[in-house]
């Protein structure tokens, strides 16, 4: 696991903040560097990829004495020194000539590392090749070909290194990230092809061409230009040799993703173009038996309703008869004996 360094003071608070792991990350550099016994091969080379890689690339000229895989503290330094997470190292020897290694790393430490020998009989570099080049910091388009860049190969020892080598060049040439590209703006491409036939060429076995071609369009007849490509160099062939793999702890912390600014949508929850918030209640059946109402009197059940008829006679609606009948006999009883007693009273006078 990476080292947690805790700040003692506000000023190396800050310093460490800056070099805070960010959800969206700034660009790739990459920082050249050559060893103290480089050939002019490696030196050349490399030097084509630091022009290919332009702005975003960083150049020493000083000769280092470093053995990257026997101990790559001094490629972690320069690395966080020069805030580049890649790193190109050429260096040279009896046993291994030619040789480019490539190095990513993460926090401050060594990822994974690559080393590439360059076939000297077909290398050729970017001044021998005639005609116009692509401008600075063009963005190139990547092509992989071969099944090993796939799967691999079988039986192979290191059986991963055509699929380590596929991400170790897209981190290396991809460049600035892209939401949009302009038609016109696709100049370069960069091909490479995985030879693997153990059967027909030993020799053959594990070695990624690299070319690189200008593209032009040109007008034809049709609606769509004529595309044509150039090679414009440098034109490498790198044997894939030793390698080092990430270790399944550090690739969990480097693959790990942050939380981003962005709200998560919530359900049955809408916002407009305005930036209004709508939501959208979703209701059961309702009975409109149990629905509750104003409460009037003139609404109460048992209340009497008279509903006239078409030829004057009324009906009487809701009510029972002989509730009806009862109220009749008390109203007969009550004007009876109002009447006995207006008699008296005329009697007494």
């Given amino acids: 696991m990476l080292r947690e360094i805790k700040p003692k003071r506000a000023r190396s608070a800050r310093a460490l903040a800056k070099r805070a792991p960010l959800v969206n990350e700034n660009v790739k550099k990459v920082l050249f560097l050559r060893s103290t016994s480089s050939s002019s091969l490696a030196n050349a080379i490399m030097a084509d990829l630091f022009a290919l890689k332009r702005p975003l690339a960083v150049r020493f000229f000083k000769k280092n004495s470093i053995h990257p895989f026997e101990d790559a503290s001094s490629l972690e330094f320069f690395s966080e020194k020069n805030d580049t997470s890649l790193l190109c190292f050429a260096s040279h020897s009896k046993k291994r000539p030619h040789c480019l290694t490539f190095t990513r790393c993460f926090g401050g430490k060594v990822f994974d590392m690559m080393e590439c020998t360059i076939i000297q009989e077909t290398a050729r570099t970017l001044s021998q090749f005639g005609g116009s080049k692509c401008r600075i910091g063009t963005k190139p388009l ?26 170790m060049f897209l981190d290396l040439l991809r460049g600035e990230e892209a939401h949009e590209v302009d038609v016109e703006g696709l100049q370069m491409m960069i091909t490479f092809v995985a030879t693997a036939d153990e059967t027909t060429n030993i020799q053959a076995h594990g070695i990624i061409s690299m070319r690189v071609w200008r593209i032009t369009t040109k007008r034809s007849n049709q609606k769509l230009p004529r595309v044509e490509i150039q090679e414009i160099g440098p034109r490498i ?19 790990k993703k942050g939380k981003t600014g962005e709200m998560k949508p919530k359900k049955n929850i809408l916002l407009d173009p305005m930036g209004d918030k709508l939501g959208r209640i979703h209701l059961g059946r309702q009975n409109l038996d149990e629905l509750q109402t104003r409460k009037m009197k003139g609404l109460k059940r048992g209340r009497e309703e008279v509903t006239p008829y078409g030829d004057g006679s009324l009906t009487i609606v809701g009510t029972d008869v002989e509730h009806l009948e009862s109220n009749a006999s008390d109203h007969d009883l009550t004007t009876s004996t109002d009447d006995d007693m207006e008699n008296k009273k005329q009697r007494i006078r």
Avoid at 149 to 167: P, Q, V
Wanted: aromatic letters at 12%; glycine letters at 12%.
């Fill in 142 to 167: 990547l092509s992989f070909s071969g099944l090993p860049f796939e799967e691999g190969i079988s039986g192979d020892r290191d059986y991963g290194k055509f699929i380590l080598a596929k991400s």
């Fill in 237 to 255: 062939d790198f044997r894939i040799g030793r390698i080092r793999a990430a270790t399944e702890s550090m690739k969990t912390v480097a693959l």
